[in-house]
């Protein structure tokens, strides 16, 4: 099965930037879309970011297009999430996922793997 790692969250102040990273072992990385979701205290684990197996198609979260970046290196099995001009609403737990599929998923239900999840914290 495929293993997901998340790294790169922490402490930021609002309008600044940060990047998280998601390492992945095992078979085909490259035929997994990846995605990021992200899950604040009290709310449910809401859609962020995902991208394609082939790195050509992406899709956003409105409260996010604009200020994060989905990317992808398969020659080193990451992905990404740049993250700018953060607000004190992105803090959350962020979670990478990966969806054995062409496609670009939005849901939940869409993926196979998680990752253990890294947490943000944007100050005011």
């Known amino acids: 099965q495929v293993q997901l790692v998340e790294s790169g969250g922490g402490l930021v102040q609002a309008g600044g930037s940060l990047r998280l990273s998601c390492a992945s072992s095992g078979r085909s990385f490259t035929r997994y879309a990846m995605g990021w979701f992200r899950q604040a205290s009290g709310n449910d684990r809401e859609f962020v970011a995902v991208?394609?197996?082939?790195?050509?198609?992406?899709s956003y979260a409105d409260s996010v297009k604009g200020r994060f970046t989905i990317s992808r290196d398969n020659a080193m099995n990451t992905v990404y999430l740049r993250m700018n001009s953060l607000i004190p609403e992105d803090s959350a737990v962020y979670y990478c996922?990966?969806?054995?599929?062409?496609?670009?998923?939005?849901?939940?239900?869409?993926?196979?793997?998680w990752g253990q999840g890294t947490q943000v914290t944007v100050s005011s």
């Open positions: 991208i394609s197996w082939s790195g050509g198609s992406t």
């Open positions: 996922a990966a969806a054995q599929t062409f496609a670009t998923p939005i849901v939940q239900y869409g993926y196979n793997y």
